[in-house]
């Protein structure tokens, strides 16, 4: 069994997808507000079973912007080696991918609003079975990693 990737995501990771943990959890909340108001108004549920969904989703708030950035962070590695791409990822189930390098046919960079914001960048793979990602990479090693690959791509397909 090969040795696990040895490179980590830019720190600011974590604040990015702090940011949008709490993004996300917008609408489940104001959702969650609906339903308890409804469970307060119209059903004679006591106080406590009313403001349950907006708990549940304030529990799920918090886990998803303090603790799953981090645990999700530190999980998150990757390698480029000269013959295969190797990724780890996962916060309960980790999940390794091997990338020959032979079977990428396209490498592109993306930037959304809040990477842009950051500096950080997502590297983009192209296999016959879809893509494959690195995110949360600064932008210049982004770049780095993005040209690196392409250039062992073309290697492989001299050989």
Do not use: C
């Not at 991918?97 to 960048?121: E, F, K, M, N």
């Amino acid at each position: 069994m090969k040795d696990e990737p040895s490179e980590r995501l830019d720190p600011r990771a974590k604040v990015v997808w702090r940011i949008s943990g709490a993004l996300n959890t917008l609408p489940l909340l104001a959702g969650a507000g609906f339903a308890s108001f409804v469970l307060l108004r119209w059903v004679e549920v006591s106080v406590l079973v009313g403001i349950l969904p907006v708990l549940a989703v304030l529990a799920l708030a918090v886990f998803s912007v303090f603790v799953a950035p981090g645990l999700r962070w530190r999980r998150w590695r990757y390698e480029i080696r000269p013959d295969e791409v190797d990724l780890q990822r996962g916060v309960w189930w980790v999940s390794r991918t091997l990338v020959p390098l032979a079977r990428i046919q396209h490498v592109d960079t993306r930037q959304g609003p809040l990477q842009r914001r950051y500096g950080l960048s997502t590297v983009v793979f192209h296999t016959a079975a879809g893509p494959n990602q690195i995110p949360e990479l600064s932008t210049p090693i982004a770049a780095e990693a993005r040209d690196r690959i392409a250039d062992l791509t073309r290697e492989q397909d001299e050989l």
